[in-house]
């Protein structure tokens, strides 16, 4: 078998969590966009994550198979979104892509008009966000929108020859694999970051892979979910006493990247509900400044969208927070 330190890839960095369990942490200049994990189960060698670019998941499949010595038997997917399913396509029919009922459904209807609407607007994106790297004043803005350059680069080198492949098992609920090396459970929830979320719990191990459920340094999309059930879900990823968490994008964490994305959620409900106060309007609402802690952390145009967000959620559903 091999070991981190033979294989390298340009579109991740892997980094051994436990014995037989590693993540795969996208680069910064590659094509993962997105985090995975390789789980070695004794028996069976799983994939927590297909990334998006196939150059990039084939890199995924031939590490796994390199580090457990074997074939992957299993592919999970976490949730729909297509940073973390295009890459299903790398992997041959004899392996089995899991997930729930739901993500698959959402895969085989908005996965499919999610590609055509980025056939129409990935490259008109692109433009726009070199023509802003050109006038980009400062360290962080240039930082950010060359991260922007290189994710619609991955999208439109990937669109031609993209070939979704839905998940061939679903489940729903929970689910364990039992190995003669550790045991894995997947959890599932819906609703909360996307319409169906599955994290996997390694409890020999201590880790857990949370999928989209935790950004670390990266602001989280909540307006595919509910905030209030993704911080439900930290609360009972907390009691799993575990001590290393991966999540969908970012670097590997500890149990305070959990409080982390708990104050994010908080902050920006604090932030609409003083805006509320003072009758901002939802215009108003979108131009709020990116708080200080915040402003450093990829993916910075989700921050008005989720203030938008949370703005219609407080103002129509008549359940404003009075915390």
């Known amino acids: 078998m091999g070991n981190i330190n033979s294989f390298n890839s340009r579109h ?11 993540a795969a942490i996208n680069a910064d200049d590659g094509w993962a966009i997105s985090n995975a994990g390789i789980i070695d189960l004794g028996d069976r060698t799983l994939v927590f994550d297909a990334l998006l670019a196939p150059e990039a998941a084939a890199d995924l499949r031939d ?53 055509k609407a ?33 994710y619609y680069q991955a999208i439109i080198a990937t669109l031609p020859k993209l070939q979704i492949r ?3 098992m679903v489940f729903d609920g929970a689910l364990t694999f039992n190995g003669p090396k550790r045991s894995a459970k997947l959890m599932t929830y819906e609703g909360a970051h996307s319409g169906s979320d599955a994290i996997l719990h390694l409890p020999d191990d201590g880790i857990v892979f949370m999928g989209d459920i ?28 575990a001590k290393t968490f991966v999540p969908g994008h970012g670097s590997v964490g500890k149990i305070e990247h959990l409080d982390m994305m708990d104050e994010y959620i908080d902050t920006l409900n604090a932030l609409v509900r003083e805006a509320i106060k003072q009758r901002a309007t939802e215009e108003e609402i979108g131009k709020i400044a990116i708080p200080k802690e915040y402003q450093h952390w990829i993916f910075p145009s989700f921050f008005s969208a989720n203030l938008q967000f949370l703005f219609k959620r407080q103002t129509t559903s008549g359940a404003e927070l009075v915390k």
């Not at 994106?125 to 803005?141: F, K, Y």
């Not at 990266?218 to 209030?228: A, C, N, V």
């Open 118 to 150: 980025f056939r129409e607007a990935a490259p008109k994106r692109l433009e726009t966000v070199e023509s802003q790297l050109m006038e980009a004043g400062d360290d962080i803005a240039r930082t950010q929108l060359r991260y922007y350059i290189i």
């Open 166 to 168: 839905l998940p061939n």
């Open 12 to 22: 991740f960095q892997l980094e051994k969590l436990s014995d037989g369990v590693y």
């Open 214 to 241: 935790l950004f670390i340094d990266g602001h989280p999309y909540l307006p595919d979910g509910d905030p209030d059930k993704i911080q439900s879900i930290l609360g009972v990823v907390r009691n799993l006493k």
């Open 63 to 115: 590490a796994a198979e390199s580090l457990t010595g074997r074939k992957v038997h299993t592919v999970i997917n976490s949730h729909p979104h297509y940073d973390h399913v295009w890459g299903n396509q790398v992997y041959s029919s004899e392996v089995d892509i899991i997930s729930t009922t739901q993500t698959r459904d959402l895969i085989a209807t908005e996965g499919f008009e999610e590609v």
